[in-house]
């Protein structure tokens, strides 16, 4: 059980001392009935609490499948350039989200968003081995012995990529995609740089079985629904 106030202050935009100003005036409800006292005390599983006759989910966490756009960082903030926290809606900007991992600033496509510290580590973990996949458009036809190249795993200077995995369109040698499972700073690049070729274009399309919906245009965002949580992360208990 929750008091009313603190309830509308943790699942809507209202601050505490807003809510507590609806409630006294009579524009919030508890199971269809006006509840004029902020410290009326709801069960946050099971009451249905609404604002303005608008209901008003409970939830902790919140997890979102963004279409990332090109030319926005994956931060909270920068002085300079806009971050994807900057295409959160309204309604969504009081769980403060930050992105899971990261998509370079002219990478597009999946990127996930939390408030869920423990979602985030159990998803990035190098354990889990997580395979994302990029469709990448080349400067030059990718070869077979790039696929090849690709399934030995590369050295770098820095660090050395497990293997990974290169598909060539057969219709188009130029497209690509490509599976990795860690992320280090401009990998799928630096890969394709190794086999002398240049990435043109980069989308993420797919994080483990979890597929980027083709529904959402570039900027667009939803919260990912309980089945593709079981699908991103089978068997984990944290969270919702």
């Not at 601050?15 to 409630?23: F, L, Q, V």
């Amino acid at each position: 059980m929750m008091r009313l106030d603190k309830f509308l202050s943790v699942a809507s935009p209202l601050t505490r001392s807003e809510a507590g100003k609806r409630i006294r005036s009579g524009r919030v409800t508890v199971n269809g009935q006006p509840a004029r006292k902020p410290e009326t005390r709801v069960d946050e599983a099971h009451d249905l609490v609404a604002v303005d006759g608008a209901a008003v989910r409970y939830r902790k966490y919140v997890y979102l499948m963004l279409n990332k756009p090109q030319g926005y960082l994956s931060a909270v903030e920068d002085a300079r350039d806009p971050v994807v926290t900057d295409l959160v809606p309204e309604e969504l900007r009081h769980f403060h989200v930050f992105p899971v991992g990261r998509l370079d600033k002219d990478t597009e496509g999946l990127l996930l968003l939390t408030n869920d510290g423990q979602f985030d580590h159990a998803l990035m973990s190098p354990v889990r081995k997580i395979v994302k996949l990029y469709e990448a458009v080349l400067d030059r036809p990718a070869l077979p012995e790039d696929a090849d190249a690709f399934r030995r795993g590369m050295t770098f200077s820095d660090f050395t990529a497990a293997p990974a995995s290169l598909e060539i369109d057969p219709g188009d040698p130029c497209r690509v995609v490509i599976g990795i499972s860690e992320g280090k700073f401009h990998q799928v690049k630096r890969m394709c740089r190794q086999v002398g070729k240049n990435v043109i274009r980069l989308k993420r399309t797919a994080i483990g079985c979890l597929k980027l919906d083709d529904s959402l245009a570039p900027g667009e965002l939803r919260e990912l629904t309980d089945e593709e949580m079981k699908i991103l992360l089978p068997g984990w208990s944290g969270g919702r």
